[in-house]
Nanobody
Framework: QVQLVESGGGLVQAGASLRLSCAAS????????MGWFRQAPGKEREFVAA????????YYADSVKGRFTISRDNGKNMVYLQMNSLTSEDTAVYYC????????????????WGQGTQVTVSS
């Protein structure tokens, strides 16, 4: 199985940028499609972005399209989420997740999860 550790969260002002990282260990990252999800207080976990195992196909929630970019470096076993033009609506704990087969928009299909990293955007 694969272990995932997120980093890069923090407190920023509206309009700022952050890059989240997800480090994988235990198995080669190229074995997995990857996704980013987020969960705000009192809300359900929601899909943010996903990427195929080779990085060719990417998918985004409408709320982040044009502002966020998901990428991966299989050689470094890393997945990234570049977040630009942040707003208070982006405040949440962000999780990366791995799927054995395909990029998914439904959290329940993912097989492995990290512990999350907090992103707080002040307005």
């Amino acid at each position: 199985q694969v272990q995932l550790v997120e980093s890069g969260g923090g407190l920023v002002q509206a309009g700022a940028s952050l890059r989240l990282s997800c480090a994988a260990s235990g198995r080669p990252l190229k074995s997995y499609a990857m996704g980013w999800f987020r969960q705000a207080p009192g809300k359900e976990r929601e899909f943010v972005a996903a990427i195929s195992w080779n990085g060719v196909n990417t998918y985004y929630a409408d709320s982040v399209k044009g502002r966020f970019t998901i990428s991966r470096d299989n050689g470094k076993n890393m997945v990234y989420l570049q977040m630009n033009s942040l707003t208070s609506e982006d405040t949440a704990v962000y999780y990366c997740a791995a799927d054995n087969q395909y990029p998914q928009v439904v959290a329940g299909f993912y097989d492995y999860w990290g512990q999350g990293t907090q992103v707080t955007v002040s307005s």
